[in-house]
């Protein structure tokens, strides 16, 4: 099974709003990624958990905070975004058994009003 | 940042004809990833490459890498109307998790 799951798939919220994208793999994979994907651009990474620590941050603006409580679940807070962080927010994963090799879920599709 | 670049930025062939996307990059690489993408979906892995190897085929893809050249094609033979999609090239470095991807060819197969 090489399956990572996201919910929600879509997200519309206001600016003022706190919510929480999900992320989970049961692959036994030890980093997970979060990256941000604009219409017609490439992934851009934002946070990669190793072994359950953050262990890169791509000077991401504070209103994300991610969150990995366990190996196998991957949470990113959103607060206070504003109408440009509307985007497709992908969730990844990979190693151990699965090697190099990147996963990634279906994605979310958030708008920002 | 962007560490790769493809070219073209897109790419419409006939179906049944082979269509070629190449991939730059800037920096040592442990190795380098070909993704699909179709239509805002999520990424699908094509194939890997290691630095130290020079070509990879799986199926109708055949990938090479230059390491001297610090650039990689992907090949796709005898198009289908389901390989219409963006692809992306993305590379890993030694030492550490950071995965960058390329700008992307968006490709698309007329039938």
């Known amino acids: 099974d090489t399956e990572v799951t996201q919910t929600p798939k879509h997200l519309v919220m206001g600016m003022t709003n706190k919510k929480s994208l999900k992320c989970e793999q049961h692959?036994?994979?030890?980093?997970m990624y979060w990256y941000k994907q604009k219409a017609k651009k490439p992934p851009e990474l934002m946070f990669v958990?190793?072994?359950?620590?953050?262990?890169i941050n791509e000077s991401v603006p504070s209103r994300f905070s991610p969150e990995c409580p366990n190996s196998s679940l991957l949470n990113l807070h959103l607060h206070a975004l504003q109408p440009e962080d509307s985007a497709l927010y992908l969730c990844a994963s990979r190693g151990r058994g699965g090697g190099e090799t990147q996963y990634f879920g279906p994605g979310t599709r958030l708008l920002v009003l | 940042s962007q560490q790769g670049e493809e070219d073209p930025q897109a790419l419409s062939i006939q179906e049944g004809e082979n269509a070629t996307m190449n991939c730059s990059y800037k920096t040592s690489i442990n190795n380098l990833q070909w993704y699909r993408q179709n239509s805002g979906r999520g990424l699908v892995h094509l194939i890997l490459i290691r630095s130290n190897e020079r070509e990879k085929h799986s199926g109708r893809l055949r990938v090479t890498l230059d390491t001297s050249k610090k650039s990689s094609s992907l090949l796709i033979t005898a198009s289908r109307a389901a390989d219409t999609a963006s692809y992306f090239c993305a590379t890993d470095r030694y030492r550490d998790d950071k995965i960058i991807f390329g700008k992307g060819t968006r490709l698309h197969i007329l039938p």
């Open positions: 958990y190793s072994y359950e620590k953050l262990s």
């Open positions: 692959m036994g994979h030890r980093a």
